[in-house]
Structure formats: structure tokens, C-alpha cells
């Protein structure tokens, strides 16, 4: 039976018993609204505190108000309200409702028949009642458990269409995203921006908060930050426009964080800022892993915030993998952390990056939390990978392009560079790359014309130039044993100081201006090889 | 290839400024004639000097290690030193060596003034 109809019974029968016009009231202890006559169902405010409830919770009998001495708050509330008796509803010792009634119309006082009957009444209502209000509530459990199940239900519509549907293709570069929504549905999210001159924004991000307000604000900051990167160049320009732009509308407590970078593909330089997300991580081809760290406050707290901004060169064989707490923050049996340690670790020792990266990360976070492991909050990763160039080993599959030699003299790296320039016109290089490759072509053949051939007009510094499908190359020979090995990176602060000689810029140079740079020693002459993708 | 146009440094004043206009090409043979002009603009002891790549056509390592050389005299001399009128690709290089962080650059002259003006 349900609630509502149970209580109508009841106060059916307390009528019948009494022989009375006058309903009582019933009135539940138990926070669960009922869909039943207001006038007769009233939630009764009782304070945990107020010695009525004691009484309540211990007596099966009818309680006379008239005679209760008990300084209760309550009591002289329904005293003043005109109530006569109270009838505790007690199921299995548990108080779960109370019966008031007021007086009889004939002004005669309750009988002890009379109370004996309602006392009767209420040990067998009470069980009834108890029943009748588990249902009710376990009813209103399932509705709200569906409300939930719906609202991540959208939470996760909106993130995945928000999210990108494809990973750009860029040459000489593999992008892998992964992402892994939580049950309940953080905020995290990830964006490729196409740019201007071939320029790609990446984001990473987690808004605070689950499920439908976290997908709204994500929703938002994306918006904004597509709108900010087309319009402005900086990183850090990106991130301060979006927060100002937040700051206004974002509900209160929630915030985000945000790691933003651009990548110029043609030569792996990548600026970044970073408003309070965890710091991604670098590793070189060499197996340096380097943290790329820059301050700002995460977007959406505070207006006119500033963001640092830097800059990576990636060379070949290098990958960057940024990442949500999601991952750090992972638990396992035990409660320990999966930690910035343990990924730190993980990326220094992975070669691979990329997809490779991504699968083995998972399989080790799989191995840490264990099998049984509910995934505590959203994983996400984008892993950014330079491809090492795959050059033929012979010359079947190069192409010859042009050949030729010039006097070893100071100054005649113009020469070279100018002569390197014609050469390679047809293959239509964008402007910035040829100047790139220019001075390249210029710094190694100073190298190779000072260093190998001593500037001696008997040891020409010869030029070649091949191509092939993707890749053009640029070898210049000498007769030399090739640069020291040891020398010593160019550090500003260094030279700034005196410790570093000025010069020593060369080498520093012709690396972050080309693709890939190989040195080689065919027969009796040193080889430059410098390497620019197609 | 064009004829090289040789190095040429000429030092103008403004009220707080000195301006070393830079021309042709900065390698190993423009030490002289640069060190000449920054000793030449310290004179009159103004706020700022200002190197002006805007004319320059070319500029190897051995011009870059010249401009450090430069930067570090004005640091010695905790005198301001700023540079303007860099191409793309040489603005690029002065971010590859990190003079960029120490020695701000701007576009032109005129944003150079008015930013030492401002400050």
C-alpha cells in the first residue's frame, strides 16, 4: 500500500475507533514527503535536543499532554495548537511517525479504552507506515540515481563532441591523443588549432568540477581559446585573453588549467604557457628529459593575470607528452599515488613517444592500480612525437641536384649560400625555410673552410646537393677531422659573464635551422650533412 | 649574388637616445668599425642605445658573437641596449642564442623611442 493511502487508512480507523468527527493528524518524522492532505500529514520539526523526542523514542503508550511535565519546546507547541494526545509510531524501536490528536467534540476527556485502543492501533500501524516510507524512499533513490545517470549522460555527449574528431597530419611529426572519461565525468579536455603559416595550437586543460557544470565551463573555455589563438600569435597572450574573458561568467569555485603550446613544424620549435596545469614533459633523442615549466595562475579566478611563456627547439627523435592530473593522481590498493615521479621516470627511459609512449603508459598505470581499480577522475594524454628522418643508405634513391666548389676564403660562405639558394629554387621551400637552410649552408661552410681545409686555396670546400621524394640534403666536405666533440654548448649567461668566449654560435646554429644535421666521414674527407624534409 | 655591401655603422642622437645604424653585412670584419660606433654612442651618456639591424643584409655567428660582445660591454656598463628592425629570420636567431631575453627588440625604431620614453 502505498504511503499516502496508508495514512488515510489510518486515519479512517482512528475515527472508527473513536467514534469522532474530528481527524487527527499524523505526523512523520521522517524527511520524506509524502503526496497526501497537507492538512493532516504535517514534517515536524523536532529538535535532536528536545526531551519530547526522548519520550517519543522510548513509550508505546498514548501520551497526555495535559499531564506531561516535561520542559519540551515542542509538547508546548501542540499544547498551544490545541493537541490533547500524542501516540508514538514506533517500528522495531525506531521512531517513524507520531499520532496528535485534539480534543473531543464532546469536551469529555480520552477514556483509558480510548487510549488502550490508539495504543493498540499505533503498534500495528507503525510497521505498516515504516514499510510504506522505505518504498517511498527507495523510490526517491532511483529517481535521483536516474537524474544522475542522465546528467553524465550529457556531460559526456558534450565533451565528446567537443573534443577533436581528427588528429592533424603533420609532416615528419606523430600526434596521439588519448582520452579517458571517469564514471562521473571530469573536465578535462584536449584541442588541435590549426594557426596561420602552417602553425598548430595544443591544449590541454581540466576544468574543476564534474559532470554537467564541468562540461559547460569546458565547452566555454574552449570557445574561447579556438577565438584567442587565431587571432593572437603568443602563448602567453593566448592565456591571458581567455581568463579575462572567463573571469566574468565562470561560476564561483570552479577554475581552469591549461597547458597551451604552439608548434611550428618546419623547424620543432614549440612556445608555451601554462596556467596552473602539470608541467609536460621533453625528452630529447639524446635521453634528456626536461620539464616545460612556465608560471600563471589557472584561468577563471582573477583578472589581468600574466603568463610566462617559453620556448622548446625539438630536434628529430625528441617527444613531449602533456598530460592531466588524472594520471598522476591515479591510486592504487594501497592509496599510493602513481605520481610526477614515477611518469617523470617513465617518460626519461620511453624512446618511442608517440603511440608507443601512450600504450606502454597505460599498460604501467594499468599494472599499478591493479585490476579492480575504478578510475578516479579523467585521463588525458597528447603525445607529440619529432620522427627521426629515414634517409636511404646508398644513393639509389637520391636524386643529384647540383654540385660545385669554392675557394676556402674568408667571406666566401656567401658564395656558398647564394649558389645553394639557385640550386634548390624550383623546389619552392617557403621563404623562412630557405633563409633557415641558407644559413645553415653558410655557417658549416665556414666551419668546413676555416677548421678542415685551413683556408688553403689547394682544398676547395665542395658542395653537394640531392633530393629525394621527402628529403632535400646539403653536404659539404673538407679535409679536416671534423669539429671537437667536446665543445662546449653556446650559453649566453655564460658569455655574458666571461666564461664563455662570445663566439662558438656555428654548430648551436646549424642545428636549429635545419631538420636534422648528420656528420660523416667518407674516405679522407669530413662530411656535413644537413637534412631539410619536403 | 649581389655584390656584399660592407659594413657600415653610423651613430645618430635623439634626446635620451643613441642610435648605431647598422649596414650591410656583420661578420668578422665589422668588429672594428661596431666597437667604434658603441664608443661613440656612449658619449653624452644617453639612456639608451639603440641597434638598428634594419639595413643589415646579412649577419653570421661571428656578427652575433659581435653583438654579445656589445651586450655585455652595456651590461658592464649597466647601460640600456635594445635592437630593432631585425627580418623574421634574424629575429628568429636572436631567440635561438637568447639575446632576445636579455636585449629587448622591437620593431622599429620609432616603438624602441617610444617605449624608452614610456619607461
Known amino acids: 500500500m502505498k504511503q499516502g493511502s496508508l495514512i488515510a487508512a489510518l486515519i479512517q480507523r482512528v475515527r472508527g475507533v473513536l467514534r469522532r468527527e474530528r481527524p487527527p493528524v499524523v505526523t512523520e518524522l521522517v524527511r520524506a514527503a509524502i503526496p497526501f492532505d497537507p492538512d493532516m500529514v504535517h514534517d515536524l520539526d523536532l529538535a535532536p535536543n528536545d526531551p519530547l523526542l526522548v519520550l517519543l523514542q522510548s513509550s508505546h503508550n498514548v501520551i497526555d499532554l495535559a499531564n506531561l511535565r516535561l520542559d519540551s519546546p515542542m509538547a508546548a507547541r501542540l499544547r498551544a495548537e490545541g493537541t490533547r494526545l500524542i501516540v508514538p509510531l514506533l517500528s522495531q524501536g525506531e521512531l517513524v511517525g507520531m499520532l496528535s490528536l485534539g480534543s473531543r467534540r464532546s469536551e469529555q476527556d480520552y477514556a483509558s479504552d480510548d487510549k488502550t485502543l490508539l495504543a493498540n492501533l499505533a503498534t500495528q500501524a507503525a510497521p505498516a507506515l515504516r514499510v510504506a516510507q522505505l518504498v517511498n524512499q527507495q523510490r526517491a533513490e532511483a529517481r535521483e540515481r536516474e537524474r544522475i545517470a542522465q546528467e553524465l549522460k550529457v556531460a559526456r555527449l558534450i565533451q565528446q563532441t567537443l573534443l577533436p574528431r581528427e588528429v592533424p597530419a603533420l609532416r615528419g611529426w606523430t600526434i596521439t591523443p588519448y582520452y579517458e572519461p571517469a564514471r562521473e565525468v571530469g573536465g578535462d579536455f584536449y584541442d588541435f588549432i590549426s594557426l596561420p603559416n602552417g602553425h598548430l595550437g595544443l591544449v590541454i586543460a581540466d576544468v574543476t568540477d564534474k559532470g554537467v557544470p564541468a562540461a559547460l565551463v569546458m565547452a566555454t573555455t574552449r570557445s574561447v581559446l579556438r577565438a584567442a589563438a587565431t587571432r593572437l600569435e603568443s ?24 597547458f597551451y603550446a604552439v608548434l611550428d613544424p618546419s623547424g620543432g620549435r614549440l612556445r608555451y604557457a601554462n596556467a596552473g596545469h602539470d608541467v609536460a614533459y621533453w625528452r630529447t633523442a639524446g635521453g634528456e628529459l626536461r620539464e616545460l615549466r612556465a608560471r600563471g595562475m589557472p584561468l577563471g579566478l582573477m583578472e589581468g593575470m600574466i603568463y610566462e611563456e617559453y620556448e622548446a627547439r625539438l630536434r628529430p627523435g625528441d617527444h613531449v607528452l602533456l598530460y592531466s592530473d588524472g594520471l598522476v593522481e591515479a591510486h592504487n590498493a594501497q592509496r599510493e599515488m602513481f605520481s610526477f615521479e614515477r611518469l617523470a621516470t617513465f617518460v626519461s ?28 577522475d579523467d585521463i588525458t594524454l597528447v603525445a607529440v612525437r619529432y620522427e627521426r628522418l629515414e634517409l636511404p643508405l646508398d644513393d639509389a634513391g637520391w636524386e643529384h641536384v647540383a654540385e660545385f666548389s669554392i675557394t676556402s676564403a674568408p667571406d666566401n660562405e656567401r658564395l656558398a649560400m647564394e649558389q645553394v639558394a639557385e640550386a634548390v629554387a624550383d623546389l619552392g621551400l617557403p621563404a623562412l625555410r630557405l633563409e633557415r637552410l641558407k644559413t645553415a649552408v653558410a655557417e658549416a661552410t665556414m666551419n668546413a673552410m676555416e677548421h678542415g681545409n685551413a683556408y688553403r686555396a689547394d682544398r676547395p670546400t665542395r658542395i653537394n646537393i640531392r633530393r629525394n621524394a621527402s628529403t632535400l640534403s646539403v653536404r659539404i666536405f673538407d679535409y679536416g677531422a671534423g669539429p671537437d666533440q667536446a665543445a662546449e654548448t653556446p650559453d649566453l649567461e655564460a658569455k655574458l659573464a666571461g666564461l664563455q668566449t662570445p663566439r662558438g654560435w656555428g654548430l648551436h646554429l646549424i642545428q636549429h635551422m635545419v631538420d636534422d644535421v648528420r656528420v660523416n666521414q667518407e674516405g679522407e674527407q669530413h662530411v656535413v650533412e644537413l637534412i631539410v624534409r619536403l | 649574388m649581389p655584390t656584399p655591401q660592407p659594413f657600415e655603422a653610423n651613430v ?108
Not at chain 1, 561560476?251 to 591549461?258: I, K, L, R
Not at chain 1, 608517440?354 to 599498460?363: P, R
Not at chain 2, 653570421?60 to 635592437?83: E, H, Y
Open chain 2, 12 to 119: 645618430r642622437r635623439q634626446p635620451r637616445a643613441a642610435i648605431i645604424e647598422l649596414r650591410g653585412e656583420i661578420n668578422a670584419s665589422a668588429e672594428a668599425g661596431l666597437s667604434m660606433a658603441y664608443t661613440k654612442a656612449e658619449q653624452d651618456d644617453p639612456e639608451l642605445i639603440l641597434l638598428n639591424f634594419e639595413h643589415v643584409e646579412y649577419m653570421n655567428s661571428t656578427g652575433i658573437a659581435l653583438v654579445v660582445g656589445l651586450l655585455a660591454k652595456a651590461r658592464k656598463g649597466k647601460r640600456r641596449i635594445a635592437a630593432c628592425g631585425l627580418s623574421t629570420h634574424y629575429r628568429e636567431i636572436f631567440e635561438i642564442t637568447r639575446l632576445a631575453d636579455y636585449m629587448p627588440v622591437f620593431g622599429d625604431e620609432t616603438a624602441a623611442l617610444t617605449d624608452n620614453a614610456a619607461g
Open chain 1, 349 to 376: 627511459a620511453s624512446e618511442q613517444g608517440g603511440q608507443a609512449l601512450v600504450d606502454s603508459l597505460l599498460a604501467e598505470l594499468a599494472r599499478f592500480t591493479g585490476a579492480r581499480w575504478t578510475q578516479e
Open chain 1, 235 to 258: 602563448p602567453a597572450a593566448v592565456l591571458a585573453r581567455v581568463n579575462d574573458m572567463l573571469v566574468p561568467d565562470i561560476p564561483a569555485n570552479m577554475f581552469v588549467t591549461c
